[in-house]
Every structure is written in C-alpha cells, then in structure tokens.
C-alpha cells in the first residue's frame, strides 16, 4: 500500500467513528503530532506509536516473511 492510501484510510477511519486528532491521539496514547504525520503521510513515526493509533482504529496489521510466515503486529 503507497504511504498515501495508508494516510488516506486512516483519515477515512478516524472521521468515520467521528474522532478528531486530539482524540485519537489521546485513545492510543500518542502525541497529536504522531497523528497529524500519519496522516501527512510521513514516515518518521516510531513503529510502536504506528500500531498504537492503527490499532485504536481498529486495523488489522499483517505481514509476511521472506519464508511466508505470518506475523500480526497488535498494539
């Protein structure tokens, strides 16, 4: 996914469980600023701070390894 489709979900996602910034921010327990640049679309956010606002929006994140197996990030 290109940093700007993710930017874009995850705005599409905090407005549609009626969530400003500040709140978001506040329920995954990050800076307003870490959700201002994720949906800036900037990458210079910790990973940590990544899954916390993903997961407080209900995303699910999985990747998957060189040798195929799954890994899930949860907050």
């Known amino acids: 996914m290109k940093t700007s ?4 979900a995850i705005v599409k ?3 549609a469980q ?3 910034q500040k709140e978001l921010a ?3 327990g990050v800076g307003e600023t870490v959700v201002y640049k994720l949906e800036a ?3 210079d956010i910790t990973l940590s701070n990544f899954v916390a606002v993903l997961g ?5 994140l999985v990747g998957r390894s ?3 197996e799954e890994i899930r990030l949860e907050r």
């Not at 489709?5 to 874009?8: D, E, K």
């Not at 407080?56 to 699910?60: D, K, M, R, V, Y």
């Open 66 to 68: 060189p040798l195929g």
């Open 41 to 43: 679309g900037r990458t």
């Open 18 to 20: 009626g969530l400003r």
């Open 5 to 8: 489709n993710l930017s874009g």
């Open 26 to 28: 506040e329920l995954a």
């Open 56 to 60: 407080s929006l209900g995303f699910e």
């Open 13 to 15: 996602a905090r407005k």
